[in-house]
């Protein structure tokens, strides 16, 4: 027997937020291998699911890509529909195109189902378009973070080079991201916002300047966290003259949420 496997992208963390493709899948889904961010609602969905954890967080893996890859195929030799459930969407920063190609390398059937990304998400909450008319025509998504053994990057070309930028996997790294950011020619006073928890009931978003985003992700909670740097993210002058004005009507569902803003 040999069944499909299914990279399902699970969302930036709310379970509403997941494509009616996936809440199908997750229902027929006899094997769920799931990631940390993926959120316990949405694994419920998985109801007749034997579900396995393989989440990784803050450089402590839990099973080895290469591990997690061998379990794949084996699940999906014994089953008919499999799902690698991955926080946000499985094509950005999240090892897809390793575990695709070690399926078809051994002919297992295997699909994508596209999920709302952090970025998405986090601009959502603070109710402000990352592309804008006159202001922003390019959006890029980096990630500083590099794995060992993996060549690093040049992201700070990348988010110079575009109007708007998201930076994944990132908070935990904000004093030296805004010190190379600054010493590549960035303004100190270039707009940034810091989300946390985007789509989630305890979502909280600050923004500021890229001067003092050391201090705004030294204030962050525990949860994941997205920076965002543009022109766009400027505070207006209204809000600064009545922050609560911009807090009030930045979410976009009904829930409380704590939302701030940073003055620089």
């Given amino acids: 027997m040999s069944g499909t496997v299914y990279l399902v992208g699970a969302g930036p963390g709310a379970p509403d937020l997941l494509t009616l493709r996936a809440a199908r899948l997750l229902d027929e889904a006899e094997v769920v291998f799931f990631d940390a961010l993926v959120h316990p609602q949405t694994c419920a969905l998985a109801h007749q699911a034997r579900q396995v954890y393989v989440g990784k967080r803050g450089g402590m893996h839990s099973v080895s890509q290469a591990d997690l890859n061998s379990a794949l195929i084996a699940a999906a030799r014994r089953h008919r529909v499999v799902v690698r459930l991955k926080g946000g969407d499985p094509l950005l920063f999240g090892r897809a195109q390793e575990e695709l190609d070690a399926l078809r390398a051994v002919g297992i059937a295997c699909e994508v189902v596209p999920g709302v990304t952090a970025a998405s998400a986090a601009a959502a909450e603070l109710g402000v378009s990352l592309t804008r008319r006159g202001v922003a025509r390019s959006v890029v998504f980096v990630t500083p973070s590099v794995g060992d053994g993996e060549i690093d990057g040049d992201w700070a070309a990348s988010v110079l080079a575009a109007d708007t930028a998201a930076l994944y996997m990132a908070a935990g790294q904000a004093s030296w991201i805004t010190s190379t950011l600054l010493a590549r020619g960035m303004r100190a006073d270039t707009p940034v916002a810091l989300v946390e928890e985007a789509s989630l009931s305890g979502a909280r978003a600050e923004r500021g300047v890229l001067a003092h985003l050391p201090q705004m992700a030294a204030t962050r909670g525990a949860g994941p966290s997205l920076i965002?740097?543009?022109?766009?993210?400027?505070?207006?002058?209204?809000?600064?003259?009545?922050?609560?004005?911009?807090?009030a009507a930045a979410p976009l569902h009904q829930r409380s949420a704590s939302l701030a803003v940073g003055l620089g």
């Avoid at 766009?232 to 807090?247: H, K, Q, T, Y």
């Fill in 228 to 247: 965002l740097i543009g022109q766009v993210f400027e505070v207006p002058a209204a809000v600064l003259d009545n922050p609560r004005s911009w807090a």
